[in-house]
């Protein structure tokens, strides 16, 4: 009820007589306790709102926590399946649960058993395919002497037959073409078997800087300019083949000195210095770099853009440097190439 502008409770009674007649109304105003009501209903409604913020907190929680159970799984799967690797061991998920996931992991698991089978099989091809183009490679390099010998034999032959003044001296000059021709062979023989066979490394424990030093010595020469610029300490040791790291060296440096024009001034930087574990090793030359079409096959076996040789020299380097668990890489333009050698120790 209200009285002008104020608002108050009234509460009434009825009165009844013995016949059960209302016969009066008892009124009693509740002016003093108004602001106490407003204050219980302020409170009430204040609790109630706070409980059900809390149930929907909790409800919260607790639909993070499932959604977290219900996602591990699949994030797992997740994981390895961006883990997968061709030629690498792949580890299975252990599941134990035989649910819609149980499923999902089994028909991983599946396809990891048939991705290593699968990954032996190329690596099986890559290596019979490998071989057989070495084999077409040395059969052509060694049927090249083999044709300038036969056709010295046939002309010494008829030489012979027909017996000339000068035959003493056709017989030197055709041993002498044979001789050479039987030294191509042999050096191609050579080159093809320490390819093939790469013994096994006699491991030791070597100094870097001595080894680079005497390398970087052997090859200095006048038109060719070669700065050893060492950053390593003198004790820098390292767990190696002696002969290996000589020849890996050695090919790097008579790689850069062959990439260096006859008409120009050569400079080498063999560089070497340490980082992250790792010993560093650059060679960089002022020649004239290495074609867009030819860099892809730089480490193939059998692959040369020089007329002599069989192009096996930077691919037995990479196989030692990857004995070594290091890594090798380059980088060129037409006013140089730098290869790049990171070692642990």
């Not at 078997?193 to 013994?199: D, E, G, L, N």
């Not at 040791?237 to 062959?258: E, G, T, Y």
């Not at 060129?332 to 790049?340: D, E, N, W």
Request: proline content about 3%; some cysteine; glycine content about 4%.
């Amino acid at each position: 009820e209200e009285i002008g502008e104020m608002n108050y409770l009234s509460a009434y009674v009825p009165f009844r007589n013995n016949e059960n007649k209302v016969i009066a109304y008892l009124n009693v105003p509740y002016f003093a306790k108004q602001n106490q009501l407003e204050n219980e209903l302020s409170q009430f409604f204040t609790a109630l709102i706070n409980i059900y913020a809390l149930l929907f907190l909790v409800s919260i929680f607790i639909a993070v926590l499932f959604a977290n159970y219900i996602s591990e799984p699949v994030r797992l799967i997740k994981e390895k399946i961006r883990a997968l690797q061709l030629g690498k061991s792949n580890e299975f998920i252990d599941w134990k649960s035989n649910d819609e996931i149980g499923s999902l992991v089994k028909e991983y698991n599946q396809k990891v058993l048939e991705l290593e089978k699968s990954a032996k099989l190329l690596a099986q091809s890559e290596r019979e395919s490998a071989w057989r183009e070495m084999a077409k490679q040395v059969a052509h390099e060694i049927k090249n002497p083999l044709t300038p010998m036969k056709l010295s034999i046939q002309h010494l032959e008829r030489s012979i037959a027909d017996n000339p003044a000068d035959l003493p001296e056709r017989i030197k000059r055709t041993a002498k073409t044979l001789v050479e021709q039987i030294d191509t062979l042999t050096n191609i023989a050579n080159e093809f078997s320490s390819f093939a066979k790469m013994p096994k490394a006699n491991e030791q424990q070597l100094n870097l800087v001595e080894i680079l030093e005497t390398v970087v010595d052997l090859y200095r020469k006048e038109q060719v300019e070669i700065v050893f610029d060492n950053q390593l300490e003198k004790e820098s040791l390292l767990v190696a083949d002696k002969d290996q790291l000589n020849r890996m060296f050695s090919n790097l440096i008579k790689n850069a000195i062959q990439a260096i024009p006859e008409n120009q001034k050569g400079k080498i930087v063999v560089s070497a210095f340490c980082k992250n574990n790792y010993y560093k090793v650059t060679i960089t030359d002022n020649g004239t770099g290495i074609p867009d079409d030819l860099q892809e096959k730089i480490f193939t076996p059998n692959f040369t853009t020089k007329t002599t040789g069989m192009g096996l020299g930077l691919a037995m380097v990479k196989n030692m440097v990857e004995n070594l668990n290091g890594t090798i890489g380059f980088t060129t333009s037409t006013t140089g190439t730098t290869f790049k050698i990171e070692i642990p120790f």
